[in-house]
């Protein structure tokens, strides 16, 4: 499996390797699995164990790992040309797929500009948005519209515009203030609501509010379309998209859509934005549009914005930003064969009746003592755990709960990982009738195992 045992490769990985969003000290002292390869849904560890990816790696898995056409598409790039450089020369994959992007995004977004990670699209998105309102005459407006509970990202721009106060708190001195209106998050949101309806209504009377007292100053809106996704699996009720696309027209402010989650299939539709027919002024892709293969990013927007750039050299209305590995060769090439396989596999289609699955093994979820909601948004799902389901009260923190769902998830062949509280069901689009049954029975189990129900 691997040329060094288990033992060996978790001993370095303990001496070596930071994770990510982890408390090393407790994570020296586990015994984690160590992926060696990969094979449609599964991840097999280097003993030989396979687990369902429950999470598609992060969410960025959409065709399975190690999909036959995807590697060859990679192969046939890798041996034409691995990288070169967009400052200063075009690149050919980079071309092409800049137009493919253009034909498949919202009608009007034309503009590709690349990076290599989600963050980086939104801090190009922020930047892109800001600078625009300089060139078209309107200094002023500097400041940024954000919702609650919304990530974008862990670079400082894009934490900036973020809205999670667990991860966001500490680092607040080095960011630039926004201006945060209350995200629909039903019973939770600070308006008191019962439903998502009404509180969907009443954040966008709030966001009314704010604009009407704010947008002169405003350069832009920024929102994760129908589904924040680290915040917890948050679902925005119907029209809530349409109504913010609304206002932001109405009052001159420029709507940023960070798809970083939720393009590329994830909703069920190409990209979030198209269930209610609202095209953005920028858009952040990443994730899912590389297949899961490799780091890749792009910031789209129309000719409006792209053109207030535009200008003599000595007027500075260069756009002076960018990344070394922008448009790399091999990264789009596999995206390039990611879309030829969206249209091929029908992926979209097949999505319909997992989706609709999804929804009744949801609603027996429901069911549990100790589910105080789900929440679904396409192929993507939250399932909140709270210790009193009559007054909602959560799990205690320190309790991990979530974490030991996931952990009696693992025993059972079954890779997830929570937020928070919240158990995350977010399978490679390819996944399997079957596969998303194993992954439902063993959360499910899992859940029930841990909670006592
Ligand atoms: C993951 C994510 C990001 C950040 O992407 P990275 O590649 O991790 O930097 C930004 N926005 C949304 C909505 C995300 O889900």
């Not at 999670?164 to 998050?185: G, N, S, W």
Request: hydrophobic share 40%.
């Amino acid at each position: 499996m691997s040329a060094y045992s288990t033992e060996q490769l978790r001993e370095w990985d303990r001496r070596h390797v930071w994770h990510p969003f982890t408390q090393m000290q407790e994570w020296e002292q586990d015994q984690p699995l160590v992926i060696v390869r990969g094979e449609g849904s599964w991840l097999i560890d280097s003993d030989g164990n396979r687990y369902l990816d429950g999470v598609a790696s992060m969410w960025t898995n959409v065709h399975g790992h190690c999909r036959h056409e995807l590697n060859e598409a990679l192969k046939i790039q890798v041996d034409r040309l691995e990288h070169s450089t967009l400052l200063g020369l075009a690149g050919e994959q980079s071309i092409i797929l800049a137009r493919r992007l253009a034909e498949i995004t919202p009608q009007g977004l034309t503009r590709i500009f690349y990076s290599d990670n989600g963050s980086t699209a939104m801090e190009v998105a922020v930047k892109m948005a800001f600078q625009y309102q300089i060139h078209r005459g309107c200094p002023e407006r500097t400041r940024f519209i954000t919702f609650r509970h919304a990530y974008h990202g862990d670079t400082l721009g894009a934490v900036s515009v973020g809205g999670i106060e667990i991860y966001h708190a500490t680092f607040k001195p080095l960011m630039f203030e926004t201006i945060q209106v209350p995200a629909p998050y039903c019973y939770r949101c600070e308006l008191g609501c019962d439903t998502p309806e009404t509180c969907g209504m009443k954040c966008i009377d709030a966001l009314d509010a704010v604009m009407r007292e704010h947008a002169a100053v405003c350069a832009g809106l920024v929102i994760e379309p129908l589904l924040q996704g680290a915040g917890g699996m948050i679902v925005q009720p119907p029209g809530f998209l349409k109504r913010v696309r609304e206002l932001c027209d109405s009052h001159g402010i420029l709507m940023i859509a960070d798809e970083v989650a939720t393009g590329f299939g994830r909703t069920g539709r190409m990209f979030a934005c198209d269930h209610e027919a609202v095209v953005p002024d920028i858009m952040a892709l990443s994730k899912g549009i590389a297949a899961g293969y490799l780091p890749l990013a792009a910031t789209v927007t129309n000719d409006e914005v792209y053109s207030a750039f535009l200008g003599d050299y000595a007027r500075l209305k260069t756009f002076f930003h960018g990344h070394t590995f922008t448009g790399n060769p091999l990264a789009c090439a596999v995206a390039l064969k990611s879309l030829e396989l969206f249209e091929s596999d029908r992926l979209l289609e097949g999505l319909v009746p997992k989706i609709a699955y999804l929804a009744v093994r949801l609603a027996a979820y429901a069911g549990l003592p100790h589910v105080g909601e789900v929440r679904q948004c396409g192929m993507a799902a939250g399932v909140e755990l709270v210790e009193d389901r009559a007054t909602r009260r959560h799990y205690p923190w320190e309790l991990k709960v979530g974490i030991r769902v996931c952990l009696a998830a693992r025993r059972l062949g079954i890779f997830s990982r929570p937020l928070g509280n919240t158990i995350v069901v977010y399978p490679p689009l390819a996944v399997t009738m079957h596969e998303l049954e194993l992954l439902m029975d063993g959360l499910e189990q899992a859940i029930r195992e841990v909670t006592g129900a």
